[in-house]
């Protein structure tokens, strides 16, 4: 029976970069986790051995940390689009058809101190990193159009209240009690579809203020919404994007159920009035789900 070689790509995976931009004795940071993965006409590397074609995989990794010295680092997203069309523009023979990059960029924040708060001077080179989210962009270019999906991960959230959950399905299985005041904790996982192409003409976003602000209206939703359920809470954090940022096309939400149970304290001759909770952290429910403007088709691809 004979065999066909599929869909395949190569890179360099997770290059560590962190660039410094030294103005004067303020300094700024910008540090990435930047994964290349290229598609073309690689067939007879996989079944000649043939290296004709190959770009080798420390070249694309050389490139990352040559082009954030030559050009910068303004924003994950242009710095994306600027590996992903050098790839597929550059290299010989239109070997390489598409490129994909993708980035996650870890948030370094200034170190307060006496001194900068009070104005007399300021820490501008010392710097603590967040432990929180981190900020992701996965920019594909196919030689005529960019496709751009930023998003964040491991933003954890909570509300105390204003959340309930009950009239669901119940059968032979069914333990679960109804609950009508709980708390609603998630970690979550978003990504949003830009509808930037690069056409001629057409002016890139203002990468940076479009994160903080899509990142705003998500947990602005999510404090603002009396939730029933954890989809209903997905479905206002997606629509209150797309209602705001007319830049943004599609969301995709992936938002774990972060279950806090209340602690059983009768048994110590205690009441527990929603105060004491075990927070568990496996198993978990898994709330997925796509919001996207009417007549658009969804591309972001389910992981």
Not at 136 to 143: C, I, L, N, P
């Given at each position: 029976m004979?065999?066909?070689?599929?869909?395949?790509?190569?890179?360099?995976?997770?290059?560590?970069?962190v660039r410094v931009q030294r103005d004067g004795t303020r300094h700024s940071i910008k540090d990435l986790n930047v994964s290349v993965a290229?598609?073309?006409?690689?067939?007879?590397?996989?079944?000649?051995?043939?290296?004709?074609?190959?770009?080798?995989?420390?070249?694309?990794?050389?490139t990352v940390f040559a082009f954030a010295k030559q050009y910068g680092i303004e924003s994950a997203e242009a710095f994306g689009i600027l590996l992903a069309r050098h790839f597929v523009s550059a290299t010989e023979r239109g070997v390489v058809h598409s490129a994909r990059i993708r980035i996650e960029e870890y948030a370094w924040n200034r170190i307060e101190t006496p001194a900068s708060s009070s104005g007399t001077g300021e820490a501008g080179h010392s710097f603590?990193?967040?432990?929180?989210?981190?900020?992701?962009?996965?920019?594909?270019?196919?030689?005529?159009?960019?496709?751009?999906?930023?998003?964040?991960?491991?933003?954890?959230?909570m509300n105390t209240t204003d959340s309930e959950f009950w009239g669901f399905i119940k059968d032979g299985y069914t333990t679960l009690r109804e609950a009508y005041d709980r708390i609603l904790a998630t970690q979550v996982t978003a990504r949003w579809r830009y509808s930037y192409s690069g056409a001629d003409g057409q002016d890139q976003p203002d990468w940076d203020r479009s994160y903080r602000q899509v990142r705003r209206h998500l947990l602005e939703a999510f404090a603002e919404t009396y939730s029933y359920s954890l989809q209903q809470t997905l479905h206002a954090m997606g629509t209150r994007v797309l209602d705001?940022?007319?830049?943004?096309?599609?969301?995709?939400?992936?938002?774990?159920?972060?279950?806090?149970?209340?602690?059983?304290?009768?048994?110590?001759?205690?009441?527990?009035?929603?105060?004491?909770?075990?927070?568990a952290d496996r198993m978990y429910g898994l709330i997925e789900g796509t919001v996207h403007r009417d007549g658009v088709t969804p591309a972001i691809p389910v992981r």
């Open positions: 004979a065999h066909v070689l599929g869909q395949n790509q190569y890179g360099k995976a997770e290059n560590r970069i290229l598609q073309g006409e690689f067939a007879d590397v996989h079944l000649t051995g043939s290296n004709a074609n190959c770009l080798p995989t420390d070249t694309t990794k050389n603590v990193r967040d432990g929180g989210e981190v900020r992701t962009t996965e920019v594909v270019f196919d030689g005529e159009r960019v496709q751009v999906i930023s998003g964040l991960q491991d933003l954890v959230v705001n940022r007319a830049e943004v096309d599609e969301v995709r939400l992936e938002l774990p159920n972060k279950h806090h149970f209340l602690v059983d304290l009768a048994p110590f001759g205690l009441t527990n009035d929603n105060e004491v909770y075990y927070a």
